[in-house]
């Protein structure tokens, strides 16, 4: 069997929409009745919470009373739709090429996993996106009340496709520090720099465009670590 290839989600298979998503928060803080600008600094100071522990609705009634609002339950089902909406939008859009590659993974017997420090609403959106049927197992940080560089994340995600840890790659762009936390355990870490540069100071492997992924997982079959790398590569 081909290696296991686990990926990261945002600014690894889709773009991460943030300038997307603080314009949306901001429209749900008029229908909530609070002040825009705080309702978006308010969600960027609570991530970790987000990922954790709070759904869509939870999260609204929390943030919107933190900020003076009292806001009704149908104002924070409306606040919700909103952000509901913006997940299925950014799922949606994953590139036909993005899509090329995960096919291609799969036509060469590699077992596909996604582990993803997400929000309520993208774990929900997540059975009707064009990347659903493509993976075997996807962990998501909302349902098992961990996120990423936990190496209980990792563990989870392994024990799920049915191998060891050590048995796979991740794939992911860095952000939360998640390509430390999968070498952690013993994977073997490729960083992408297609949608963002997240981590440059990572000195492990690098590659510019998923596209070069299959080949580069044929060619690295030999990897053991993230640390034994020579550079970028694509």
Known sequence: MSRPVIFD???TLVHGA??????????MALVVGVAPAALVAAYHATWRDR??????????????GRLGGTPSDEQVIRAGGHRR????????????????VLDALRDDGHP?????NATSETAE???????????????????????KPNPAIYRIAAERLGVAPAECVFVGDGADG???GAAAVGMT????????????SWGGRAFATLGDLPVLLRESAGLSSASTSDGPVG
């Open 9 to 11: 989600l945002f600014h």
């Open 18 to 27: 943030d300038d997307e998503r603080d314009r949306v928060v901001g429209e």
């Open 51 to 64: 990922l954790v522990r709070w759904d869509v609705e939870e999260t609204v009634r929390v943030l919107a």
């Open 85 to 100: 909406a913006l997940a299925r939008r950014v799922l949606g859009a994953v590139s036909a090429a993005t899509l090329d």
């Open 112 to 116: 596909l996993a996604l582990i993803s």
């Open 125 to 147: 959106a997540w059975p009707q996106s064009p990347l659903a049927r493509r993976f075997d197992v996807a962990v998501f940080s909302c349902e098992v009340g961990l996120a």
């Open 178 to 180: 998640e390509l430390a």
């Open 189 to 200: 870490v490729l960083r992408t720099t297609e949608h963002n540069d997240t981590d440059p």
